[in-house]
């Protein structure tokens, strides 16, 4: 495929604060065609498979453009706890790194910046959300509020429990899910909801 007949297919990916080399394969652009923009400038590459187009401009209202990048930048990782409450407003704290979860038995560098957890149920609770027109791997509000009562301190999770029983709208937690993620961890939970509920 000639360059910039691959500029024109790469044209709505260059709008996203952030590209994956998957994505421009899904869409026909090879890897190789990715390097020689980057060569010539018309890409930057942020991190190993992680692309912006050049003439991007960062919004200083795009607050997770580097919990994108991180998360980008270790494969097959899941925002979790910290990261994942502040990504759903359900913490006052703002995260000093990024956390990332990788599945029990991953080897990864470490990376100044980000803590990585290691879990052993990295199936539950998974799901993906957009931010900024990115789509990232993050478990969801339920299980992100049982992680915190098994690994954060208990203050934090249950502000975070707090907050989501408070939200309404798409933003509601289902607390059916969030008893059945608490029963498959083996985390009791009907004491925290209780005593929040009544």
């Known amino acids: 495929m000639r360059s910039t007949a691959a500029l024109f297919i790469l044209a709505h990916l260059l709008e996203k604060p952030y590209f994956t080399s998957k994505e421009a394969k899904d869409i026909g652009v090879h890897p190789a065609t990715l390097s020689y923009y980057v060569k010539t ?4 590459r942020m991190r190993r498979g ?5 003439g991007h401009q960062n919004s200083s209202t795009f607050l997770w453009e580097d919990l994108i990048e991180t998360a980008y930048s270790i494969k097959g990782s899941v925002v979790c706890l910290i990261s994942a409450l502040a990504v759903y407003d359900l913490t006052e ?3 000093r790194q990024h956390w990332l979860a990788i599945r029990h038995g991953t080897s990864t560098k470490t990376v100044r910046g ?8 990295m199936k539950l609770g998974r799901t993906e959300i957009e ?3 990115v789509k990232i791997p993050i478990f969801d509000r339920e299980r992100t509020i049982i992680d915190a009562f098994h690994l954060l301190s208990r203050e934090t999770a249950i502000k975070a429990l707090k907050a989501a029983i408070a939200k ?3 933003d509601r937690i289902d607390l059916i899910k969030l008893q059945e993620y608490a029963k498959k961890l083996r985390f ?6 209780m005593s929040i509920m009544t």
């Open 41 to 44: 400038g018309l890409l930057k």
């Open 50 to 54: 992680v692309y912006q187009g050049i």
């Open 93 to 95: 704290e703002i995260p």
């Open 114 to 121: 980000i803590k990585v957890l290691r879990y052993r149920n």
């Open 131 to 133: 931010l900024e027109g």
């Open 168 to 170: 309404g709208g798409k």
């Open 188 to 193: 009791n939970i009907a004491p925290y909801l």
